[in-house]
Structures are given as structure tokens and as C-alpha cells.
T-cell receptor, first 112, second 116 residues
Framework: QQQVKQSPQSLIVQKGGISIINCAYE??????FPWYQQFPGKGPALLIA?????SEKKEGRFTISFNKSAKQFSLHIMDSQPGDSATYFC???????????FGTGTRLQVTL | GAGVSQSPSNKVTEKGKDVELRCDPI?????LYWYRQSLGQGLEFLIY????????KSGLPSDRFSAERTGGSVSTLTIQRTQQEDSAVYLC??????????????FGSGTQLSVL
């Protein structure tokens, strides 16, 4: 019940396109859903996070969409740029799961 | 320092040897986490320290793994009798905890451990 399933494992998008990464969870007590971005050789860094009281949160080109009934949330990167090439991790926490449970990561490559 | 510092950045060891990995968290951060990142895997929680509270060791995979945090600051993760399956990137993160599990984690760049 603590698992967060993330897809796809890797993604190639052309510059200017939309990158979409999906995550699904089982634990209905989860109430905090962050996304972390990791560049090669660096540690992950918080990108954007959402609580289940809203269905969408946007920060610049990055948007989280949240579907509580489906227990799914996704990251959309609009106008994807080569500088967005990184590994993205979704995560969740809440209820008795007081520590973040991370997905397996999506390696995004944005081509010219 | 400006961020979380981990050392060494790379460590190659022989199977059966002990290794120590060090983490210097951001000054003033009360919480410290260790995670393990294996190829193709997510971030696996290992251990959590918060102030003077007893650490949450629920993620340590075996009794060969231990960690301590001295003076509420620097932390050392020790792996005894290393095995090849211990090869991974070990990440340290710190935070100012308001609500555990909902705080912003600041990660170091990790230690790449290779067990031959």
C-alpha cells in the first residue's frame, strides 16, 4: 500500500513539446504529492508539490494534475527545453506513512 | 555551508570491507535522512534523524547498516562487510521539519559506492 508506481521509465520529447509523467498510488491516506528533479551527478531537488484539495497546480512551465478518485497524479512540462533533461521522481506521503515514498523515476530527454 | 555536503563522492571497496559515508547537513536543519538510489530504482529510505529523538531505522536493509548523527549535525552511515548488492548511490538529505513527510528535502550530491 506504500508503493508509488511511476511511468514511463524513460521519455524522449522534442524541444517545444509537452512532457507527461504519470504516477499512481494505493494508499488513500496519502495527502502530499511532490515531484523532485535530478540532474546527473546531483541530488534530487524539489520541483513542485500538490495537496489533494486542488486538482491542479501550475508553476511556470510545470503543472501537476491530480485525480483523487483515480489515485493518480501527473507532471506536465510545457514547452519542454533541453535544460529540462533530467530524471523526475514523484513521491507521496500522508497518514501513517510519515516519510516520503518515491516512485522509480523517469529519465526525460529533450531533443533539439 | 550553502548546501548538503557528502563525502566521499565516490568510493570503491572490496567485498567484505567496511565503509563509512559522511553527510554534513545544512546548518540549522534539524532533520536528516539517508536514502539509497540503485540503478533503475527509486529512492529507498534508510534512516531518519530528528533532533534528539530516537532515529527511525525502519528502512535499514540489514544489521550490516548503521548510522549515527553527532551533535545534531554531521551524520555517518556505516556499512559493514560490504556486499556487491550494496553498490548504489547513497544520498543524504536535510530539512527544517514542520510536518514530517511534508517538508522540503535538500539533497546532497551523493556518494557512489561500488563494491567489487
Amino acid at each position: 500500500q506504500q508503493q508509488v508506481k511511476q511511468s514511463p521509465q524513460s521519455l524522449i520529447v522534442q524541444k517545444g513539446g509537452i512532457s507527461i509523467i504519470n504516477c499512481a498510488y494505493e494508499n488513500t491516506a496519502f495527502d502530499y504529492f511532490p515531484w523532485y528533479q535530478q540532474f546527473p551527478g546531483k541530488g534530487p531537488a524539489l520541483l513542485i508539490a500538490i495537496r489533494p484539495d486542488v486538482s491542479e497546480k501550475k508553476e511556470g512551465r510545470f503543472t501537476i494534475s491530480f485525480n483523487k478518485s483515480a489515485k493518480q497524479f501527473s507532471l506536465h512540462i510545457m514547452d519542454s527545453q533541453p535544460g529540462d533533461s533530467a530524471t523526475y521522481f514523484c513521491a507521496a506521503s500522508g497518514g501513517t506513512a510519515s516519510k516520503l515514498t518515491f516512485g522509480t523515476g523517469t529519465r526525460l530527454q529533450v531533443t533539439l | 555551508g550553502a548546501g548538503v555536503s557528502q563525502s566521499p563522492s565516490n568510493k570503491v571497496t572490496e567485498k567484505g570491507k567496511d565503509v563509512e559515508l559522511r553527510c554534513d547537513p545544512i546548518s540549522g536543519h534539524t532533520a536528516l535522512y539517508w536514502y539509497r538510489q540503485s540503478l533503475g530504482q527509486g529512492l529507498e529510505f534508510l534512516i531518519y534523524f530528528q533532533g534528539n529523538s530516537a532515529p527511525d531505522k525502519s528502512g535499514l536493509p540489514s544489521d550490516r547498516f548503521s548510522a549515527e548523527r553527532t551533535g545534531g549535525s554531521v551524520s555517518t552511515l556505516t556499512i559493514q562487510r560490504t556486499q556487491q548488492e550494496d553498490s548504489a548511490v547513497y544520498l543524504c538529505a536535510s530539512s527544517l521539519v514542520r510536518v514530517r513527510g511534508k517538508e522540503k528535502l535538500f539533497f546532497g550530491s551523493g556518494t557512489q559506492l561500488s563494491v567489487l
